[in-house]
Each structure stands twice: as C-alpha cells, then as structure tokens.
C-alpha cells in the first residue's frame, strides 16, 4: 500500500521494456564496444599503476583523439574512446568517468581531479525514457577540480575553475572560480 494519500493510479508509469535507444549512442558495431569494454577493464580502468603512455595509445587504437603530454591515471573509465577529444598537456585525474555517450572535447592544459564524473547522456523522462545526448566542452585551461559531475551540454570556460562536489548543469563562465550548480532543472 501507499504511504501517500494521494491515489498512485494518476501517477504516470513508463514500461521501460519499450524505451528507445537501446546502443544508439554506441557509434561503433557491437563486437567493437564489446572488444572496447575488456581493453578498458585491463588496460585504462586497472588500478595498478599502469603507464599512462600505455593508457593514452589503447585510448588512440580506439579512436580517441589526444594530443601529447597527456597524463591518464589508474581508474579513468571512458565508455566509447571513439568520442573523446583531448588536447595537449592536459591531466586526468584518478577514477576520472567519462561517460559520453555525445562526444567530450576537452581543451590543452586542462585538469579533471579525482572521481569526477562527465555524462553526455540522459532520458526523456515523463514519456518514453528514450536517451537524449549532449555533447561537453571544456576549454583551454579550465580545472574541474575533485568528484564534481559535468552534465552534457556544458561548456566550462577558458580558465575556469570548479570548485569540489559540484554539480555542473550551466555554463561556466571563462576565468570564473566558484561553485556554479544552478537551482534549475536543464538537464536531469
């Protein structure tokens, strides 16, 4: 029984065995995404201190796109390599997810810290649950700084900085310091 007092028969319900969308955003054919999915787990997402310089050319071999001087770390996950864009110098902190289902353009010079996560993704919810993508910019010399979550259709600045825990669901103003969770709902 409800613990509300109001009747739960109004209250919409989604069959989520019909939502569309299912591998729409894989770009690639299944037995890539699948091959992809056991390199990561043992080359990209293994804890062990395995060398960054590895890291970065399994990332290429997949399509990635990143520039030189890259530094990945332990744990760094990256769901579709074929849709990531990083420029020169930049670091990528541990346990780092880049769950982008859109492609993630990530400036030179640019620092993600630990247990951030970026998502491109995300449902049309009150309908059919069917996925809705965005890509993430990141400019030049932007740090998003420990366990903040980018949402897709951000844009950090040049220079700006993302204060820790931060919910990222507007625009980041160029060479702003600050936390910039906004109140309103753009993008759940």
């Known amino acids: 029984m409800p ?7 109004k209250v ?27 390199v990561e787990l043992l080359l990209v997402t293994n804890p062990l ?6 890291r970065v ?3 290429r ?12 770390r332990p744990r760094t996950r990256v769901r579709f390599p074929w849709k990531l864009h990083i420029g020169d110098r930049t670091w990528i902190g541990e346990g780092v997810w880049f769950h982008n289902q859109d492609h993630i ?11 951030t996560v970026l998502t491109t993704g ?5 309908t059919d649950m069917g996925l809705i993508t965005r890509p993430i ?4 010399g932007a740090w998003i700084t420990t366990r903040c979550v980018v949402l897709g259709g951000i844009t950090v600045g040049k220079s700006a900085v993302v204060k820790p825990l931060t919910r990222v669901d507007s625009d980041v103003p160029p060479n702003t310091v600050g936390d910039m969770t906004s109140r309103k709902e753009r993008f759940v």
């Open 3 to 9: 613990s509300s007092a109001q009747p739960t028969a």
């Open 12 to 38: 919409p319900i989604i069959n989520l065995a019909g939502a569309p969308g299912e591998r729409a955003a894989w770009g690639k054919p299944a037995r890539v995404v699948y091959f992809w999915g056991l």
């Open 49 to 54: 201190q395995v060398s960054s310089r590895l």
């Open 57 to 59: 050319a399994v990332l």
């Open 61 to 72: 071999k997949f399509g990635a796109q990143i520039g030189r001087d890259v530094i990945f």
């Open 105 to 115: 353009y990530v400036g030179h010079d640019v620092v993600i810290s630990q247990e």
């Open 122 to 126: 995300s449902h049309r919810i009150r």
């Open 137 to 140: 910019h990141i400019e030049d």
